[in-house]
């Protein structure tokens, strides 16, 4: 497509319950993001995808959080056993950016997936 | 570490009067600085950034930003605000990739502009 597609835009679980989101970043692009923008919150890092470098994941909050980017493409954040607090808007970016060194590429937001943990 | 602070939480401005958003930033060796704009049930837009060269850039909707190496600052401005420019902005930082950094992108908390007729 033309721009990043994120899947479900909204999605409400129970506590406790595994959620997976969906990223489909810009075609050719080589970098992918992953935020969460939490209500009246600024945009928290979680992980960083470069080419067939090893993700930087220092933002993730913790071990329930993971991710993965299949084929340098399509990317799945995953939460096990969601807590309230993972209520939020999580936001998938991508960029076309070069591996090792200047990466001067703007990101091209997602419309990012809603989560509603109850 | 890499950081971003945007010290207000939001600014207020009347239409036609300049605007000026502050950002200040920490990050090792030379920066790579951004501003991005979140409209109201839209998502982030990008706005200008910093590489290297003129220290003012220049972007899209007649916004501009100053860097200021010495103060670490990447402030955003605008001549003449417009009730259109409403929306959070946020500005973003990233630094060259070498060993223990991977040159990721990193946001500031946003700072919320309103543009009052």
């Known amino acids: 497509g033309a721009g990043v597609s994120q899947s479900p835009s909204n999605k409400v679980t129970e506590k406790g319950k595994d959620v997976e989101l969906r990223c489909d970043p810009i075609?050719?692009?080589?970098?992918l993001y992953w935020y969460r923008q939490s209500l009246g919150q600024g945009l928290e890092f979680l992980i960083y995808?470069?080419?067939?470098?090893?993700?930087?994941k220092s933002g993730l909050p913790s071990d329930r959080f993971s991710a993965e980017r299949t084929g340098g493409s399509v990317s799945t954040l995953t939460i096990q056993r969601t807590q309230q607090e993972d209520s939020a808007v999580y936001l998938c970016?991508?960029?076309?950016?070069?591996?090792?060194?200047?990466?001067?590429?703007?990101?091209?937001f997602g419309e990012g997936s809603r989560l509603t943990v109850l | 570490a890499q950081s971003v602070a945007q010290p207000e939480d939001q600014v207020n401005v009347a239409e036609g009067n300049p605007l000026t958003v502050k950002c200040t930033y920490s990050?090792?060796?030379?920066?790579?600085l951004f501003w991005y704009v979140q409209y109201p049930n839209r998502g982030l837009q990008f706005l200008l950034k910093?590489?290297?060269?003129?220290?003012l850039v220049k972007g899209s909707y007649g916004f501009e930003a100053e860097f200021n190496k010495s103060q670490t600052s990447f402030h955003l401005k605008k001549p003449s605000a417009l009730v259109s420019d409403s929306a959070l902005y946020f500005c973003?930082?990233?630094?060259?990739?070498?060993?223990?950094?991977?040159?990721?992108?990193?946001f500031g908390q946003g700072t919320t502009l309103q543009v009052k007729p």
């Open positions: 990050v090792s060796g030379n920066p790579y």
């Open positions: 075609s050719g692009h080589t970098a």
């Open positions: 995808f470069q080419g067939n470098s090893a993700p930087d």
């Open positions: 970016a991508s960029s076309l950016e070069s591996s090792g060194g200047l990466n001067t590429g703007e990101l091209f």
């Open positions: 973003a930082v990233r630094g060259v990739p070498f060993s223990g950094n991977t040159g990721k992108l990193i």
């Open positions: 910093y590489i290297t060269g003129d220290n």
